[in-house]
Nanobody, 123 residues
Framework: QVQLVESGGGLVQAGGSLRLSCAAS????????MGWFRQAPGKEREFVAA????????DYAESVKGRFTISRDNAKNMVYLQMSSLKPEDTAVYYC????????????????WGQGTQVTVSS
């Protein structure tokens, strides 16, 4: 069982940066694939980025590639999403998620979810 708590969201101007953090509980965190998803009002939850259990494999949505970086520190049970060159269309609630198997963009295949953190990008 893994519990996830996101932090680091807030209000930022377009072009700015934010770093989201996800703190995980549980001794098996280092064996989990971790992902970040986001959901804007009136829209479905969408994939943002994922990282393999060892951190050697990452995947990004085309819309964030080159601007966002996912990373993890298994010693600290933490996952991060560094967001740069933010755009108003990045405004959403961002969720951290975990699963036992390999990376995937499908949110229905993630077993554990945090409560989300709001990111608002003003123009």
């Amino acid at each position: 069982q893994v519990q996830l708590v996101e932090s680091g969201g807030g209000l930022v101007q377009a072009g700015g940066s934010l770093r989201l953090s996800c703190a995980a509980s549980g001794r098996t965190f280092s064996t989990y694939t971790m992902g970040w998803f986001r959901q804007a009002p009136g829209k479905e939850r969408e994939f943002v980025a994922a990282i393999s259990w060892g951190g050697t494999s990452t995947d990004y949505a085309e819309s964030v590639k080159g601007r966002f970086t996912i990373s993890r520190d298994n010693a600290k049970n933490m996952v991060y999403l560094q967001m740069s060159s933010l755009k108003p269309e990045d405004t959403a609630v961002y969720y951290c998620a975990g699963r036992v198997r390999g990376t995937t963009r499908n949110p229905t295949l993630y077993n554990y979810w945090g409560q989300g953190t709001q990111v608002t990008v003003s123009s």
